[in-house]
């Protein structure tokens, strides 16, 4: 009998009724010791005899008040740690709510109950700072019996505000934490002085080895929740030749989308390096054009494509259509918007670009309303073997889909470029330059918001340089670089579709909108950078540029100038527009044979005093 009360005590009070009972002894003592004191101070210590058995009245009542009001502020039913603010209000709530009902009485029975008027309000302060007090004193008893494990890693913590005050605090009290805080390093000089617990500031980033010394920390964590490439590298700058541990929070929108918690920490990558952290969604650029929308989206299982759908999905249109030839990818998009990849639902659609009558079948179907064209060919060298097979997807199908778009009315039509069109000299640029010429004509021919969008690399994207690099400092290198001076426009997948869906609430018919790279990054720079986080002994091979490579990438080609700038980070340029009558391919192909496919002088890299001739892979 006992042992089943005891389990429906348990399952009705998840939180253990002894912690919380002795929470309401030690509130009823207060009450004791507080009206007992209330009333030897009103008398000043001489009490009358008839009046004690009043109080023993009054006392009872308190305790039975504490109890009732008690629990209907939840203080004794374990919605509260010990000594939070949560706790603290809902026991100054406790105590006001008791002491009028205790108070009451005694104001109007007073000659009845022979206790001064005064007593209850004597006793409420003193029974607030014994209470108070008790969960004080409790708590730092609780935390002092909590701490990191015994082999947790010395550690400094950079950014002493919110963020790292929190982690400061969950590390000095989780018995599993791997990391002890030994100090706080913060660059704003009013902080200086400032604690978190028993840890101080002890400096700026800049007092990292003095300060590592100090304390023996072999980590340090990045607690700043905007950290910017420019500080990230600072940090690796100062911290790698210390031998130091980098770690960092995950940024502000892995918390608010729930996909990493304040404790996850990881090792600093090479993306937070040369990449970006996402830009803020300017809410009112794109809930116009896209909240309540039909939306399509090509190529949407690839890396920009799938993330393009993440986002655009959370902007609630009226419906998402996915399509790709590519079943897999599909799949891998529908899992990041709808949550599972079951493929059996008419949100992803499985068609081939090239193919126009599907193409037409399925926009007559649908009738998109705004369209996101990112299915292309997108390497380099290989549609330098294969230029026809650029100009059938990334030519001829961005025709179809422009000319399906227009006969069902589309409003919005996004051609997703790259800055290889620009002053283009390799096939994927001139094919690409073809796809901005041909969306400007028919924006300019439809009157509607036909353009394209141009960016450099991302990082992370299926085949790009950074997984290659990995790949090859994986499997003991060397890693191969085209030029050691060769540079590259880096941006996250992220800020990248962010931006692009912002482009297509502000930009005109026939415009091609170019996004703010920031600085170009060398590649070699970055080899360097990854096969020293890797700690691997990894050589590095010059391979020389391939055809049609350039040196260095541009965003504006020759003939073009940015005419006006709506977004900070969103430049407006304009391209002649192509009318689809003049596509020539004999012509094309003999531009591409005929035009030189190297614009530097040498393809051959001098290292060590003779041309490597290495025929390993080469990234770009």
């Known amino acids: 009998m006992r042992g089943r009360l005891d389990r429906a005590i348990e399952r009705a009070y998840p939180v253990p009724v002894a912690r919380f009972g002795s929470q309401y002894v030690i509130d009823g003592v207060s009450w004791t010791f507080a009206l007992v004191l209330a009333i030897l101070l009103r008398f000043d210590a001489a009490v009358p005899v008839w009046t004690w058995p009043s109080l023993a009245a009054l006392v009872v009542a308190a305790w039975i008040a504490q109890f009732g009001v008690g629990w209907l502020f939840h203080l004794y039913r374990g919605r509260f740690s010990y000594g939070t603010f949560e706790e603290v209000r809902a026991v100054g709530l406790t105590v006001s709510v008791t002491a009028l009902l205790l108070a009451l009485p005694t104001l109007v029975l007073s000659p009845l109950v022979r206790l001064p008027r005064s007593t209850v309000f004597i006793a409420v302060p003193f029974a607030l700072l014994l209470m108070f007090s008790a969960r004080y004193i409790k708590r730092l008893y609780v935390e002092s019996r909590r701490g990191p494990r015994d082999d947790a890693a010395p550690t400094l913590i950079f950014g002493a505000g919110y963020l790292g005050a929190a982690l400061v605090r969950r590390m000095s009290t989780d018995v599993e934490s791997l990391y002890s805080p030994v100090g706080l390093l913060d660059d704003d000089p009013t902080l200086r002085n400032a604690q978190v617990r028993h840890v101080r500031v002890r400096g700026t980033l800049d007092d990292l080895p003095s300060v590592a010394e100090t304390t023996g920390a072999t980590v340090l964590v990045v607690a700043i929740a905007r950290a910017d490439t420019t500080l990230m590298r600072r940090v690796y700058d100062i911290a790698r030749p210390l031998g130091i541990d980098v770690k960092v929070m995950p940024n502000l929108i892995e918390l608010m989308e729930g996909k990493s918690r ?359």
């Open 262 to 620: 304040p404790s996850d920490m990881r090792d600093l990558s090479i993306e937070d390096l040369i990449g970006r952290h996402p830009v803020d969604m300017r809410e009112s650029l794109v809930t116009e054009y896209l909240t309540g929308k039909r939306v399509l989206v090509t190529g949407a299982g690839g890396s920009i494509g799938a993330e393009l759908c993440r986002q655009i999905a959370r902007l609630h249109p009226a419906e998402l259509i996915m399509l790709d030839r590519d079943e897999t990818g599909l799949q891998t998009a529908q899992i990041g918007t709808a949550g599972h990849g079951l493929l059996h639902t008419n949100d992803v659609v499985l068609a081939d670009i090239r193919d126009s009558a599907a193409i037409d079948e399925v926009f007559r179907a649908r009738r998109p309303e705004v369209v996101f064209h990112a299915a292309a060919l997108k390497h380099l060298p290989m549609l330098e073997q294969y230029p026809i097979e650029a100009w059938k997807t990334n030519v001829l199908g961005t025709l179809h889909t422009l000319q399906a778009a227009r006969r069902v009315g589309v409003s919005t039509f996004v051609n997703i470029s790259t800055d290889k069109a620009a002053n283009p000299t390799s096939v994927l640029g001139h094919s690409k330059r073809i796809a901005e010429k041909l969306t400007a004509w028919m924006g300019e021919d439809a009157g509607a918001r036909y353009l394209s969008v141009r960016f450099g690399n991302v990082l992370g994207s299926r085949g790009s340089m950074l997984p290659t690099f990995q790949a090859l400092i994986e499997s003991g290198g060397p890693v191969t670089v085209t030029h050691p001076e060769a540079t590259r426009y880096f941006m996250t997948i992220p800020e990248a579709c962010q931006l692009v869906v912002q482009a297509g609430g502000i930009g005109d018919p026939g415009e091609v909108l170019i996004l703010d790279m920031g600085e170009p990054v060398r590649i070699l720079d970055i080899a360097e950078q990854m096969i020293a986080m890797s700690g691997k002994d990894v050589g590095i091979v010059f391979t020389g540029l391939r055809d049609g490579e350039k040196l260095h990438e541009e965003l504006l080609g020759a003939s073009e100038h940015t005419d006006r700038r709506v977004h900070p980070k969103i430049s407006h340029a304009r391209v002649d527009g192509l009318d689809p009558a003049n596509l020539d391919l004999d012509r094309w192909l003999r531009r591409m044979l005929d035009e030189p496919r190297d614009r530097n002088a040498t393809a051959t890299i001098e290292t060590g005093g003779r041309a490597d001739t290495s025929s390993r892979p080469r990234t770009d």
